[in-house]
C-alpha cells in the first residue's frame, strides 16, 4: 500500500543550526511528495512540493529533492529560526489519485 | 478572499451521541475533503464531496457521513461515537482537479472530545 514514514520527534534545535527531517514513502506509483507545516492552533498548509524524481521543491528556505533511487523526500533548512517551530508532515499523493497520505508528523522546537 | 472556517473549535460528546461538525469553503472552491487527525498522527483521509456528492472515502465505517451544499459548505455527522473517534477534525476545500496543491487549503479544525 501507500505509505509515508517520517523520523520521530520531537527535533529540537538551536537558531540558526541545520535541519533535516527525514521522511521515505512506499514507491508505489509515480508519486508527488509535499512537505506540509502546522503552526500551533491552525490547519495545515503547504510548505513545497515535487512532481517527479530529481525535482528540488523549495519555499521560505526550506528544501527537500525527490530521490527516487531511496525512496526519500527528506526536508532541510541551513538556518532554522525560533519562528519555524511547528510540526511537519510529509505526504504522498498517487498519479490519477486525490487521497493523499500523510506522514505523522515530526514536531520541530527551536530555542533562541 | 477567506480562508476555510471550522466550527465548533471545541467539543465534548458522550459515547454513542450523534455529532455534526460544520466548514465553510474558500471563496472559490467547490470540492470539500475532510480528514481526521488523531494525537501524534497525520491526517487520515475521510471522504471528498464534489458538486453535493460523495466523491471518494477512504477507510471509515458508514457512521461517518457527510453533506456538501449549493454553496459548497460541508458538514461531517458521525453517529455512535466511539472514544477512538476522539480527534482533530480538518476541513480542506480545492478546486476539484486540484489535489493538495497550491490551492488546497487547510481549516484550523474541530477538536472533538468523546467521552
Known amino acids: 500500500g501507500n505509505s509515508v514514514t517520517q523520523m520521530e520527534g520531537p527535533v529540537t534545535l538551536s537558531e540558526e543550526a541545520f535541519l533535516t527531517i527525514n521522511c521515505t514513502y512506499t514507491?508505489?506509483?509515480?508519486?508527488?511528495l509535499f512537505w506540509y507545516v502546522q503552526y500551533p492552533g491552525e490547519g495545515l498548509q503547504l510548505l513545497l512540493k515535487?512532481?517527479?524524481?530529481?525535482d528540488k521543491g523549495s519555499n521560505k528556505g526550506f528544501e527537500a529533492t525527490y530521490r527516487k533511487e531511496t525512496t526519500s523526500f527528506h526536508l532541510e533548512k541551513g538556518s532554522v529560526q525560533v519562528s519555524d517551530s511547528a510540526v511537519y508532515f510529509c505526504?504522498?499523493?498517487?498519479?490519477?489519485?486525490?487521497?493523499?497520505?500523510f506522514g505523522r508528523g515530526t514536531s520541530l522546537i527551536v530555542h533562541p | 478572499e477567506t480562508g476555510v472556517t471550522q466550527s465548533p473549535t471545541h467539543l465534548i460528546k458522550t459515547r454513542g451521541q450523534q455529532v455534526t461538525l460544520r466548514c465553510s469553503s474558500q471563496?472559490?472552491?467547490?470540492?470539500v475533503s475532510w480528514y481526521q487527525q488523531a494525537l501524534g498522527q497525520g491526517p487520515q483521509f475521510i471522504f471528498q464531496?464534489?458538486?453535493?456528492?460523495?466523491?471518494g472515502r477512504g477507510n471509515f465505517p458508514p457512521r461517518f457521513s457527510g453533506l456538501q451544499f449549493p454553496n459548497y459548505s460541508s458538514e461531517l455527522n458521525v453517529n455512535a461515537l466511539e472514544l477512538d473517534d476522539s480527534a482533530l477534525y480538518l476541513c480542506?476545500?480545492?478546486?476539484?482537479?486540484?489535489?493538495?496543491?497550491?490551492?488546497?487549503?487547510f481549516g484550523s479544525g474541530t477538536r472533538l472530545t468523546v467521552v
Open positions: 480542506a476545500s480545492s478546486l476539484v482537479g486540484d489535489p493538495i496543491g497550491e490551492g488546497y487549503t
Open positions: 514507491a508505489t506509483g509515480y508519486p508527488s
Open positions: 515535487a512532481t517527479k524524481a530529481d
Open positions: 505526504a504522498r499523493l498517487s498519479g490519477g489519485s486525490y487521497i493523499p497520505t
Open positions: 471563496s472559490g472552491h467547490n470540492t
Open positions: 464531496y464534489y458538486r453535493e456528492e460523495e466523491n
